[in-house]
């Protein structure tokens, strides 16, 4: 019988609610502290705040684990059952201190090195979403007030729609042609940004998502989420989960091909600059046509793999 995370996803929630009042508290108020971190990342008062309550929290209610969290890193013991709670205060902090309702508090859980469950909470926006290994992915307002999620049939690039953070990290890495492309292929471009691309994509509602820079506390959470949809979650070298410092997430009937332009393999040698999203000289050329079906429906719960 399959280990249950139900306990914890229960627990998960009620950190996502105390996490909810107090950053709803802070957003849009005139006298909010904003800093910025070394990397010039901004950091306000609220992702302080919320992180120091979710870890007073656990270390009551699970005080064998051990929290990793983007404000106050790791802590220093170690786990006792191989557990780690992984901790986003506030992902989306650039919108939180401009206003924009787009930003969430992300809480995974991984057990052995596996991620097993996963709540993100966006209070701002009223949704929240959660899963557990095993269970499927879920939105609503609590357990008790949900629908499952399913990840999109789209299996063409040009019937796909594809959500991003921004642009210029690509260049970074040395993809910013190929994932230019990328978007030129692909049938709709909309940068929702941060966890909401992931989001949507396990509600079918976007295809791929894809980041070049990010760190585990940014992933873990999106990353179950993704999969129990039925989703697939990779960084740009094809590595399952979150573990990478980047991601490509997609409703995994299109993975190898978005994989085929932003897959990014530094020992193979210096970045390819000559992507296009043009044909082979000596591909048949395609037949002009005006008409494209598109399939945006979502798999039916009981054909989840």
Known sequence: MAHSYNDDLRLAHVLADNADNLSMERFL???LQVDTKPDMTYVTESDQAVEAAIRRTLKSARGRDVVLGEEQGQDAV????GRRWIVDPIDGTANFVRGVPVWATLIALEEDGEIVAGCVSAPALGRRWWASKGTGAFTGKSLMSSRQIKVSQVSDL?????SYASLGGW???GKGQAFAALMRRCWRTRAYGDFWSYMLLAEGAVDIAAEPELN???MAALDIIVREAGGTFTSLAGAPGPWGDNALASNGRLHDAAMAYVGHFPDQGPPDESWTDEPEDDAPPAEPSNVHAFEFSREPADDRP
């Open 158 to 162: 040009e019937a796909a729609s594809l």
């Open 29 to 31: 108020a005139n006298d």
């Open 171 to 173: 260049d970074v890495i």
């Open 78 to 81: 170690e786990s006792v059952g």
């Open 216 to 218: 585990l506390w940014d």
